[in-house]
């Protein structure tokens, strides 16, 4: 499968977002990345669960869609998931998340899970067996523009290393947070798939989206 690009909403022109969504559109963004936060996991809040179905009566693009939040089952029980959609939460939670999952496959989306920068990559092994995609956190999640976490991106060939060696080669590795052409390039090296544009790749200072998605497109494709 041929690398992808979710593109993070929260850091689009929100007053302009409907003229981003079809320049994203136009330049074939194969998810909208939505964060939604509820001020307790993490120390923000963000969309709640009308804006992901507001989204889907303006696009046909699927939804990625981040649940950062303590409750997440009840959250998604108000939000109209897609067919092609990807739902993913945190394996900090500590919870049994199989439910959830197959309430999320029922619909014909993704289920996720989403790893933070001090999580062990081993912590993803109780939910596997119902797992789509891994989410690494490269930044300490709550807020755009947050900082690398220095030394992260080796963590993404230990993560590709412990899926292949476990049998899970087919479960996907997404990268979230300052993910820059630069460091997309070398983590399709090492085994990521989806890649997170947000400030770093997406939304650059001096640039235009139509310059900037070819550019991150290149470098994951390389």
């Not at 669960?49 to 696009?59: C, S």
């Not at 394996?91 to 309430?103: C, P, Q």
């Not at 092994?125 to 709550?142: E, I, K, Q, R």
């Not at 947070?177 to 989806?194: D, K, Q």
Request: net charge negative; aromatic share 6%.
């Amino acid at each position: 499968m041929a690398n992808k690009i979710s593109v993070s909403v929260m850091c689009s022109d929100l007053m302009n977002l409907e003229r981003d969504i079809k320049t994203l559109e136009r330049n074939g963004i194969d998810w909208l990345h939505i964060d939604i936060m509820d001020g307790h996991f993490v120390p923000n809040m963000t969309f709640g669960p009308d804006f992901p179905n507001a989204m889907h009566k303006v696009t046909d693009m699927p939804l990625d869609i981040h649940l950062m939040c303590e409750e997440p089952e009840f959250i998604c029980s108000k939000i109209d998931v897609h067919q092609g959609d990807i739902v993913s939460t945190h394996v900090e939670l500590d919870k049994d998340l199989s439910k959830f999952a197959a309430d999320i496959h029922s619909k014909g989306a993704l289920f996720g899970v989403v790893v933070n920068p001090d999580t062990p990559v081993e912590a993803v092994a109780p939910h596997m067996a119902y797992t789509d995609m891994v989410t690494l956190m490269l930044v300490h999640p709550g807020f755009s523009g947050a900082k690398l976490v220095d030394g992260i991106l080796d963590k993404v060939a230990q993560m590709r290393q412990w899926l292949d060696s476990n049998g899970y080669e087919k479960v996907l590795i997404s990268v979230d947070g300052s993910v820059s052409c630069e460091r997309a390039e070398l983590m399709a090296g090492m085994g990521a798939n989806v890649f997170v544009g947000g400030t770093a790749g997406v939304y650059r200072k001096g640039m235009t989206l139509d310059e900037s998605i070819p550019q991150l497109r290149a470098a994951i494709s390389k």
